[in-house]
């Protein structure tokens, strides 16, 4: 996953959330509303499943905010499953 994340770090286009271990943040809100448009539908929705699935495990042993758990997992549900 993070090599995957590697060409939006260097880029600045996703920010790593300072005093945390692992939590990034889009650098603008045009970046986050953009890039999904640029990808295809399939795409985002396994980004989105696969986000969802790691904040689900790490969710078990650290604070994860429920929106955001609940936020992939909607946006995965036009996968299925």
Same mark, same amino acid.
């Given at each position: 996953?993070?090599?995957?994340?590697a060409p939006a770090l260097?880029?600045?286009?996703? %920010?790593?959330?300072?005093?945390? *271990? $692992?939590?990034?943040?889009?650098?603008? /809100? &045009?970046?986050?509303?953009?890039?999904?448009?640029?990808?295809?539908?399939?795409?985002?929705?396994?980004?989105?499943r696969r986000l969802a699935? %790691?904040?689900?495990?790490?969710? *078990? $042993?650290?604070?994860?905010?429920?929106? /955001? &758990?609940?936020?992939?997992?909607?946006?995965?549900?036009?996968?299925?499953?």
């Amino acid at each position: 996953m993070l090599a995957a994340l590697a060409p939006a770090l260097e880029r600045e286009l996703l %920010l790593r959330v300072p005093g945390t *271990a $692992g939590r990034y943040r889009f650098a603008h /809100a &045009l970046v986050r509303e953009t890039l999904p448009k640029s990808c295809r539908p399939r795409s985002v929705v396994a980004w989105h499943r696969r986000l969802a699935e %790691l904040l689900e495990q790490r969710a *078990a $042993g650290e604070r994860v905010p429920l929106s /955001a &758990l609940a936020h992939h997992f909607f946006e995965a549900a036009a996968g299925g499953g």
